[in-house]
């Protein structure tokens, strides 16, 4: 005996008994529904892209050093430069042309610069600070961000002054937020603080509000997770050979997400206008949750 005739509308009629079967059983489903008719051709799967990537995602990371007209290779990171605070204007050029909006600077102390409580940061014609300068005159709608931390210019290669094996959390905000000022008054228009000390968000940014740079912004390394990923980084700015020990007691533990969301709280209400999680490929559901918790950009 065959079974019950399966009977299908003319504007969903199926073209094989297997999707005769399907149709019976998923109504207002498939084949009504195709969700592939949104990922048949380029145009329409650039019109209904959920997310999109460009050149407006895009900052420049750059490492400055001293002396002119140079250019110098990092082995550790091919294709990547040392420029001169001259020659980074090049670099600024050239992704302004690109249609870049930022470009980050990290600058390469020499060791004969470097002191045990980084000094060298609140010099107001250090690299940093000239190569803001020199990027302004050249390309003033270039928005340039500045580091503040300081592994640079310290000689044991540790974010804040030490005593002993101890970071001085509260005596290290105090340079940062001159460090911050400096650069500043350079013409930097994002500070980013990237040593993970308590309190440096609201300590920078009182100092900037009380020094008429209301509108300089901060983008906070809120939660800096303590990871092997910084080895090539360190290479570029001089302090891998110098570090002593590791950064445990500041950087953030690779096991803890709740914790991340605290530290991005704490620096939001302290005045931070944009928050980071570093590194960001491996912590891409810390990432998702911050997103998911604050909607910060």
């Avoid at 930097?188 to 000390?197: E, G, H, K, N």
């Avoid at 008429?212 to 990923?229: C, L, N, P």
């Avoid at 590194?279 to 604050?294: N, Q, T």
């Amino acid at each position: 005996m065959s079974g019950p005739k399966v009977v299908i509308p003319h504007f969903r009629r199926a073209k094989t008994s297997v999707d005769a079967t399907i149709a019976s059983e998923t109504p207002g489903s498939y084949p009504t529904v195709r969700m592939r008719r949104n990922r048949s051709g380029k145009g329409v799967r650039r019109l209904v892209a959920e997310n999109k990537i460009s050149v407006d995602d895009l900052i420049w990371t750059t490492f400055v050093v001293d002396g002119e007209n140079q250019k110098i290779p990092i082995d550790s990171m091919p294709g990547v430069v040392r420029y001169s605070t001259d020659t980074i204007t090049e670099a600024a050029n050239e992704a302004f042309e690109l249609g870049i909006p930022a470009i980050a600077l990290f600058p390469f102390t020499e060791p004969d610069k470097k002191t045990p409580d980084g000094l060298e940061s609140l010099d107001p014609e250090n690299l940093v600070c000239t190569a803001i300068r020199n990027i302004k005159s050249q390309v003033p709608d270039m928005m340039v961000v500045c580091d503040v931390a300081l592994d640079p210019y310290t000689s044991h290669g540790h974010d804040g002054v030490m005593d002993g094996e101890v970071i001085l959390n509260d005596q290290t905000v105090k340079i940062l937020t001159k460090q911050a000022l400096n650069q500043a008054e350079a013409g930097c228009d994002t500070i980013s603080p990237s040593d993970m000390m308590d309190g440096r968000v609201g300590a920078i940014r009182q100092v900037l509000d009380e020094s008429g740079f209301q509108d300089v912004r901060i983008m906070a390394y809120s939660a800096k997770y303590a990871s092997g990923f910084y080895g090539p980084f360190r290479d570029a700015i001089g302090t891998k050979a110098a570090l002593i020990g590791d950064k445990r007691t500041y950087q953030m533990d690779p096991a803890n997400s709740d914790e991340a969301l605290r530290e991005i709280k704490l620096d939001i209400e302290e005045g931070a206008d944009m928050v980071m999680v570093k590194p960001g490929m491996p912590y891409l559901d810390i990432v998702r949750r911050v997103k998911d918790e604050f909607g910060m950009p």
